[in-house]
């Protein structure tokens, strides 16, 4: 009996894979119609965020030349503008649930642009730090209001929260700059 | 060695080994509840990159697979060393994507296609060339809700 066991238990354990499907969650926009083409690039400056990377894997932030530790201050920094800043983007008074009607700063886009060379880990770094920008503020205003993290509060309340900080981060049409 | 000889030798009996059984039986269980089967044998090597923010996948049945990367050795006579597309257990092009999408989908009950998400398992070292051909090719198969596979860490650097 005890051989039989032992002998499943050496299978188990063989063909056992721990590994757990993880990995960052993204939508993708709609392929675009023809009538909605005219309509694309009508957002302002300001509220655009402008991410690129290179094939070298060098990173253009704003069109300035950046340093990939930074990003995520910087990201933080567009997405909640707190000093009301012109050069961010702009706030629009909305209401919502728990916390009355407050600016919210739901214009702001952030635009990833790469290369057809950028390598697979450069580019999943960078959505990484974004995606962490917007986790921090989230999980601040959680805290502040709360008293708990994002990911602990109830569906309704982290509702709240996806509406004052929702994530946008898009996905330019691919351009082909640098070659392979 | 003296010192070793020097010691007593003491008379140790036998281990009880009535619960033995019983302790190989509670791990036998473990290992067969915890086992998932790989579904597909993978022939493109993949390493996953490094992420903190990671999500995991909550329900496995709606979630197809995209694997990305450069063939394994035995493969690398017939399909070079290019990272190569797999679906299922087959290399192929990004124009099948849609074909084996709509698949994927028509095996989903009807409520669930919405829900349809698919896994990008691409190693670190693909350029992005074959990825954003993926990434349009999933946007006309309308398969909208994507993930990066990626492991967990707790900081890049």
């Avoid at chain 2, 050795?73 to 990004?94: A, C, H, M, W």
Wanted: proline content about 5%.
């Amino acid at each position: 009996m005890a051989d039989i066991a032992f002998l499943l238990l050496i299978f188990f354990l063989v063909t056992t894979t721990l590994d757990t499907d993880s990995g960052i969650m993204r939508r993708l926009p709609p392929m675009p119609r023809e009538e909605d083409m005219q309509n694309q690039d009508r957002i302002r400056e300001r509220n655009v965020f402008l991410v690129m990377i290179n094939k070298n894997n060098e990173l253009l932030v704003e069109l300035e030349p950046f340093d990939i530790t930074q990003l995520r201050e910087r990201a933080k920094e567009f997405i909640a503008n707190p000093n009301n800043d012109p050069a961010l983007p702009e706030k629009t008074m909305q209401e919502v649930p728990y916390f009355g009607t407050v600016e919210v700063c739901n214009k702001g886009v952030i635009s990833v642009q790469n290369d057809r060379g950028t390598s697979y880990k450069m580019y999943l770094q960078v959505q990484n730090e974004l995606v962490a920008a917007y986790n921090e503020l989230r999980d601040e205003l959680a805290m502040q209001k709360f008293g708990e993290r994002f990911d602990d509060l109830p569906e309704d309340q982290q509702e709240a929260i996806r509406t004052i900080y929702p994530l946008n981060i898009s996905e330019a049409e691919p351009k082909n700059v640098g070659g392979q | 060695m003296a010192r070793f000889g020097n010691k007593k030798k003491k008379e140790v009996g036998a281990i009880n080994t009535a619960s033995l059984p019983d302790i190989v039986f509670m791990l036998l269980f473990f290992f067969m509840v915890t086992t998932v089967m790989r579904e597909v044998t993978l022939k493109v090597s993949i390493k996953p990159p490094d992420a903190t923010e990671v999500k995991k996948l909550e329900n496995k049945s709606l979630v197809s697979y995209i694997y990305i990367g450069v063939p394994h050795k035995s493969f690398q006579d017939l399909y070079g060393t290019e990272p190569r597309i797999q679906l299922n257990d087959q290399f192929k092009q990004v124009r099948d994507i849609e074909e084996f999408i709509a698949q994927e989908r028509d095996q989903l009950s009807e409520a669930d296609q919405t829900k349809m998400t698919v896994s990008l398992k691409i190693d670190e070292d693909t350029r992005m060339g074959i990825v954003t051909d993926v990434k349009q090719a999933l946007r006309r198969a309308s398969a909208l809700k994507i993930n990066y596979s990626a492991r967990k860490t707790e900081s890049i650097r």
